[in-house]
């Protein structure tokens, strides 16, 4: 059964708040996430939010650049960069950063812009007018401050919302676009020269929903996974998913899992008498 219930903001809020619904999940903005937590509060209602993000995609200098390549471009550009898990932030340790943006150039200009119908379509449009000038807006902050821009050469269709596969180098912590989430194909690059300064800068982020790590050494995938701040981190690879596995995030990116057993927890209430698991609404 699949039930869509289209409409304003009085929609939601009057789900939430209705005294028959005993479990709320939510998966959106950090912004009406807090709403959601707010409207709860005080209630018995169980409560799951997977919310927004600032992933770190981190490459050391041992990666395979080509398998990098992919799961960069992937990570950012799938679905536009809609994505809570997007890799919008791109760290590159030092001695690649030059030969990995020239190639991941290279590679944006293969893109395929377009009718998000069409099979052959990579990226399509973004999902509202009002989304994409937060995204227009946001990349002009990002000119504004010293970032340098890069976007592929492409014609984008007369109608709907689009905007060009973009890549930000130059990018400082302090910039707009390396601290809040876009939501759109824009990606930021940021360089570092040691896995200690590189686990700083994935951090200082107040979100923490996921995060990837290229190299080929397993003890360094180890040392990043215990010290990343993000609730799933993936290691060569990118926004692969098992249903198995539980999923969410830390921080501002919100509490609670997805899938496998963990996922499962949030949905039942152990009956203290009998020890026995109840279904919840």
């Known amino acids: 059964v699949v039930n869509i219930v289209p409409g304003p903001a009085a929609i939601g809020t009057a789900l939430v708040s209705h005294p028959g619904v005993d479990k709320v999940a939510f998966t959106g903005s950090t912004e009406v996430g807090r709403l959601i937590a707010r409207a709860v509060a005080g209630t018995d209602k169980a409560l799951t939010l997977e919310l927004g ?3 770190a995609n981190i490459v050391f200098d041992d990666a395979p650049l080509d398998q990098a390549i992919e799961g960069i471009v992937n990570g950012i550009y799938f679905n536009q ?24 150039k290279d590679r944006l200009a293969t893109i395929r812009v377009g009718d998000p119908l069409d099979k052959n379509t990579d990226v399509g449009a973004i999902n509202s007018r009002a989304q994409l000038e937060r ?4 990349v ?8 340098e821009l890069y976007q592929p050469r492409c014609e984008l269709p007369a109608r709907g919302y689009f905007f060009r596969p973009t890549l930000f180098t130059n990018v400082a912590m302090s910039h707009r676009i390396a601290r809040e989430e876009i939501f759109g194909p ?11 300064e590189a686990i700083e800068k994935a951090n200082n982020t107040p ?3 996921s995060a990837g790590v290229w190299t080929e050494k397993g003890s360094r995938i180890l040392l990043m996974t215990r010290r990343l701040k993000a609730g799933v981190v993936w290691a060569n690879t990118f926004n692969r998913f098992d249903p198995t596995s539980p999923f969410g995030g830390y921080k501002e990116s919100g509490y609670g899992r997805e899938g496998g057993v963990h996922g499962l927890h949030a949905y039942v209430r152990l009956d203290r008498k009998s020890t026995r698991l109840n279904s919840s609404h």
């Open 53 to 55: 993000g600032k992933a």
């Open 81 to 104: 960069g809609e994505v809570c898990c997007a890799g919008s932030r791109l760290l590159v340790q030092e001695p690649i950063a030059e030969a990995l943006v020239e190639r991941l």
């Open 135 to 138: 995204i227009s807006a946001l």
């Open 140 to 147: 002009a902050s990002g000119v504004e401050e010293g970032a």
């Open 186 to 196: 824009v990606l930021s690059v940021l360089t570092f020269r040691t896995p200690e």
């Open 207 to 209: 979100y923490g929903l």
